[in-house]
């Protein structure tokens, strides 16, 4: 199975879009309560609504402002808008805050169903796209405006883009999760290059070489053999950073030579 191309993923299209989201699934959920409930639920508003609410009463304080012809009028006005700016930032926070909690859980699974949400990133402005693990985000610090995840004693994710599970097919979401566990992403396990901060898939690398080896499918000479594994990466993780055929034949040479050795003698 070839990987993921993630960059062809339907990502939600920012903040608010996730905001939206994220409130869309809540009103679901409240009407699937009322209907198990009954009609003598006591009435709680959902976070559609306040939003909704929100908006509206945002774009009628911005008109007021707009509209206003004395200094009296401009300056009631102006406060009316600035109590609601922040009575509607307040909520909308309390949505992220949610969910932020949601990534922190990652997808689940029932029965070959997911639900959930996941994030994909950048170590640096320069790398792939890669995958956020969940633990990332439940003690990590958000810049929802700039898309950013600072993670405590961790690296700092930038471009954060989010999925939903709703939004892609159940076999591509098993996929992700499938590749993202052979992928290293703990801080610690990051293997880097020149590039500060920029993870490389060498570990990918040295296992399709031993692979390789195991089946006697090894080229014959270690120059070749990088070339090969440089391919072999590209093909079969094209959203993952590439490596160049010397910086693999300089990490695999001391264990091709002793496998060279094992079979000439």
């Not at 909308?92 to 029932?110: I, N, P, Q, Y």
Request: glycine share 8%; charged share 30%; proline share 5%.
């Amino acid at each position: 199975m070839k990987s993921i191309k993630i960059d062809d993923l339907p990502f939600l299209a920012g903040k608010n879009r996730f905001i939206e989201r994220l409130a869309i699934e809540h009103e679901r959920r409240a009407v699937m309560l009322e209907e198990f409930t009954g009609e003598d639920a006591p009435f709680r508003p959902t976070w559609w609504q306040l939003l909704d609410a929100g908006m509206r009463a945002y774009e009628s304080a911005a008109k007021e402002v707009s509209e206003a012809t004395t200094a009296d009028q401009a300056s009631t006005a102006t406060g009316r808008f600035e109590m609601v700016a922040r009575g509607l930032h307040e909520l909308e926070e309390g949505v992220l805050s949610e969910g932020k909690d949601k990534l922190a859980r990652g997808m689940e699974e029932v029965e070959g169903h997911f639900s959930g949400y996941v994030a994909f990133g950048r170590i640096n402005i320069d790398s792939n796209l890669a995958f956020i693990p969940p633990r990332h985000w439940e003690g990590g610090k958000v810049d929802w405006d700039e898309c950013r995840l600072e993670v405590f004693g961790g690296p700092t994710w930038v471009g954060v883009r989010i999925l939903a599970s709703s939004d892609v097919e159940p076999e591509v979401i098993a996929q992700i999760i499938q590749e993202a566990d052979t992928i290293a992403t703990d801080p610690a396990d990051l293997i880097r290059t020149g590039a500060p901060g920029r993870p490389t898939p060498m570990h990918l690398v040295e296992q399709e070489f031993r692979r390789r080896t195991e089946a006697g499918a090894v080229e014959d000479r270690v120059t070749r053999e990088s070339e090969v594994l440089a391919i072999w990466l590209q093909n079969e993780h094209p959203s993952l950073p590439k490596l160049s055929a010397k910086a693999i034949r300089n990490k695999i040479s001391p264990e091709y030579r002793r496998g060279r050795m094992t079979t000439d003698s």
